[in-house]
């Protein structure tokens, strides 16, 4: 099939290709125009609405607006390029004899903290930040314009992965991998949190599925079957430098008083990012593995974990 796939320069999308590139002919679309092995050619945004792309079975939209942790991008922005572009590439589809759309939304969009609950797709979305609610204004649009029960001839898919990682990846697994690479123990040990992941090879294998077999159109939650504690994380990450786990179970109590006063001070510490380390987020990936005819993932969580925490060693 021909594939067409937006922010085809980004992780994701250089996944992908490597992914696919041997099954199918791939193309992207991107403010890039640097070519990439295995990619047919690389279109431009000028290209989408002067309509010089070819035909298209599959369009995979990517490009976005990363979430910014910092919180230091304007709030616009987000709605400019994760819900504008969105409308700007699903109204293509819509136009075109391409019968599969796939749209890289988040968890995020759905919510920002599950607490002990498991977060699936009957959820009523309740984002909180410009992140999440930028992506679900783009899946609105979607489902206003595209009736996911009535039409036959084309298939819509609403992905929403948790956080993605493999090699290549950049993100705050790099950031705790550096910190426990320098020694500095987990002083956080006596919080018992879980957390769901999604390896790079488990979505290659999921989106495989959606460009091929007879998956329903629909809103898809992704992550790994497993979900692990930061504590579990932690002993992987050791295991990955071949080294002891040092975790500290220092009284809960006393880690949310330093909270408190690191908020104060301004240290790295504050009671916002203590939630943030040790707060649950358990996502189900039981509808997506019922639509692929699956019972298990490929990848299990430990074992990508090791690959992309392999795939550090040498970095700065």
């Not at 293509?92 to 699936?120: C, I, P, Q």
């Not at 879980?194 to 999921?206: D, E």
């Given at each position: 099939m021909n594939i067409l796939i937006t922010g085809i320069h980004g992780f994701v999308g250089s996944n992908l290709v490597k992914a696919m590139g041997g099954k199918h002919a791939v193309y992207g679309l991107d403010i890039v125009a640097d070519s990439i092995a295995g990619v047919a050619k690389i279109?431009?945004?000028?290209?989408?609405?002067?309509?010089?792309?070819p035909h298209m079975d599959v369009i995979i939209h990517l490009a976005g607006?990363?979430?910014?942790?910092k919180n230091k991008s304007a709030?616009?922005?987000y709605f400019d390029v994760n819900t504008g572009l969105t409308k700007r590439v699903f109204d293509y589809f819509l136009a075109t004899e391409a019968t599969r759309f796939v749209f890289f939304s988040s968890v995020k969009a759905a919510a920002n903290s599950?607490?002990?609950?498991?977060?699936t797709e009957e959820v009523i979305p309740w984002p909180v930040g410009p992140y999440g609610e930028s992506k679900i204004a783009a899946e609105k649009y979607i489902n206003e314009n595209f009736d996911m029960g009535a039409d036959a001839s084309k298939r819509v898919y609403i992905l929403r992965p948790c956080m993605i990682h493999g090699p290549g990846n950049k993100g705050n697994l790099n950031l705790l991998y550096s910190v426990v690479r320098r020694g500095i123990p987990w002083p956080l040990g006596a919080f018992e949190n879980r957390r769901s992941f999604t390896s790079i090879g488990n979505l290659c294998f999921v989106m495989e599925g959606l460009?091929?077999?007879n998956v329903p159109s629909g809103i898809y939650h992704m992550g790994d079957d497993e979900a692990l504690s930061t504590n579990e994380l932690i002993s992987v990450i050791c295991e990955s430098l071949d080294r002891k786990a040092r975790i500290w179970h220092l009284p809960k109590r006393l880690m949310l008083g330093l909270a408190s006063v690191g908020g104060v001070l301004r240290l790295p510490l504050n009671r916002d990012r203590l939630q943030k380390l040790t707060e649950s987020y358990v996502v189900s990936n039981a509808k997506i593995k019922g639509a692929?005819?699956?019972?298990?993932?490929?990848?299990s969580a430990r074992e990508g974990l090791l690959v992309t925490l392999n795939s550090f060693k040498g970095r700065s």
């Amino acid at each position: 099939m021909n594939i067409l796939i937006t922010g085809i320069h980004g992780f994701v999308g250089s996944n992908l290709v490597k992914a696919m590139g041997g099954k199918h002919a791939v193309y992207g679309l991107d403010i890039v125009a640097d070519s990439i092995a295995g990619v047919a050619k690389i279109y431009t945004w000028e290209d989408l609405d002067a309509k010089r792309i070819p035909h298209m079975d599959v369009i995979i939209h990517l490009a976005g607006k990363a979430h910014d942790t910092k919180n230091k991008s304007a709030s616009q922005l987000y709605f400019d390029v994760n819900t504008g572009l969105t409308k700007r590439v699903f109204d293509y589809f819509l136009a075109t004899e391409a019968t599969r759309f796939v749209f890289f939304s988040s968890v995020k969009a759905a919510a920002n903290s599950v607490g002990d609950e498991v977060l699936t797709e009957e959820v009523i979305p309740w984002p909180v930040g410009p992140y999440g609610e930028s992506k679900i204004a783009a899946e609105k649009y979607i489902n206003e314009n595209f009736d996911m029960g009535a039409d036959a001839s084309k298939r819509v898919y609403i992905l929403r992965p948790c956080m993605i990682h493999g090699p290549g990846n950049k993100g705050n697994l790099n950031l705790l991998y550096s910190v426990v690479r320098r020694g500095i123990p987990w002083p956080l040990g006596a919080f018992e949190n879980r957390r769901s992941f999604t390896s790079i090879g488990n979505l290659c294998f999921v989106m495989e599925g959606l460009v091929t077999a007879n998956v329903p159109s629909g809103i898809y939650h992704m992550g790994d079957d497993e979900a692990l504690s930061t504590n579990e994380l932690i002993s992987v990450i050791c295991e990955s430098l071949d080294r002891k786990a040092r975790i500290w179970h220092l009284p809960k109590r006393l880690m949310l008083g330093l909270a408190s006063v690191g908020g104060v001070l301004r240290l790295p510490l504050n009671r916002d990012r203590l939630q943030k380390l040790t707060e649950s987020y358990v996502v189900s990936n039981a509808k997506i593995k019922g639509a692929l005819g699956v019972t298990k993932l490929p990848v299990s969580a430990r074992e990508g974990l090791l690959v992309t925490l392999n795939s550090f060693k040498g970095r700065s």
